[in-house]
């Protein structure tokens, strides 16, 4: 039996099991696979029946060959220069801003074409370990920083999963820290033990730790001065200045950010 086979007959087993269970989750335990998958074979299956089971081709819909003229490779050259991105940081610049749709590998040619050197990363400590909660919402790291007058960015990045949320509120008083924090818990599917700051007034009032006692919410500010201890909350806002808001322009008063920040 070969392997398309093979996996056709697994998934007519897992109909087969779910028509006799009628549980999505019973079926997905027992077979060992995820509901989403199972949910992703159902619909296939009751829109094209037996056929539905077999792999889509994975070939693009459209092919594109991307002409790379003398112009395109100076703007690259340029961007590398100015910014010191790599290619794939490079590609979604040339997207947002430009309107060029060409991905990593053809710039990534074109470095090389031109003996480009190498980005070189230094780590501080040649014993580096990546630090990482091991429960999602075991401990949550929030922080503003300011986008221009009038504009201040809260941030919050969960410190096992990464998932990230941003908000752009007028001002950073408790009353938007609470709202804020509003957000973070309907948009993050896990319950949230700890909440990880430094020593903003935004944080540090009454309002904003009672609306945590009300949530059995933790606690937890950084040491005085100490910023690198928020270390991930902070690396997301400096990647968000240099790739995403140097990118637009903040003079235009009509703009929602909002809006703007939820694209990102």
């Not at 009038?150 to 609470?178: E, F, V």
């Not at 990880?196 to 937890?220: A, M, P, S, V």
């Not at 500010?221 to 690396?235: M, Q, T, Y």
Request: charged content about 35%; hydrophobic content about 30%.
């Amino acid at each position: 039996m070969d392997e398309h086979t093979r996996k056709i007959k697994a998934r007519e087993k897992w109909l087969k099991i779910y028509e006799e269970t009628q549980s999505v989750t019973k079926t997905s335990l027992r077979c060992g696979i995820a509901r989403s998958t199972l949910y992703r074979w159902i619909k296939r299956y009751n829109e094209s029946g037996k056929a539905g089971l077999s792999d889509k081709s994975k070939r693009p819909l459209k092919l594109v060959n991307q002409k790379m003229d003398d112009e395109l490779e100076q703007l690259i050259l340029r961007i590398r220069k100015k910014h010191k991105w790599e290619a794939q940081r490079i590609s979604n610049y040339l997207k947002r801003t430009k309107r060029i749709d060409i991905s990593a590998m053809p710039i990534w040619r074109v470095l090389n074409k031109h003996e480009v050197p190498k980005i070189t990363k230094h780590r501080k400590k040649s014993d580096y370990q990546r630090y990482s909660r091991p429960i999602p919402g075991d401990r949550v790291q929030m922080d503003v920083s300011k986008i221009r007058p009038g504009a201040y960015q809260y941030t919050a990045i969960d410190d096992s999963t990464r998932l990230k949320i941003i908000r752009i509120y007028p001002r950073k008083t408790a009353k938007n820290t609470i709202d804020f924090l509003g957000e973070v818990l309907d948009d993050f599917g896990f319950p949230i033990q700890r909440i990880q700051t430094d020593w903003g007034t935004e944080f540090f009032n009454y309002d904003f730790q009672y609306e945590l006692h009300e949530h059995f919410i933790k606690f937890r500010p950084i040491k005085p001065r100490s910023p690198h201890l928020n270390g991930k909350v902070e690396r997301t806002q400096k990647t968000d200045k240099e790739e995403f808001w140097s990118c637009i322009d903040l003079k235009d008063k009509d703009l929602d950010l909002n809006k703007l920040t939820k694209d990102w």
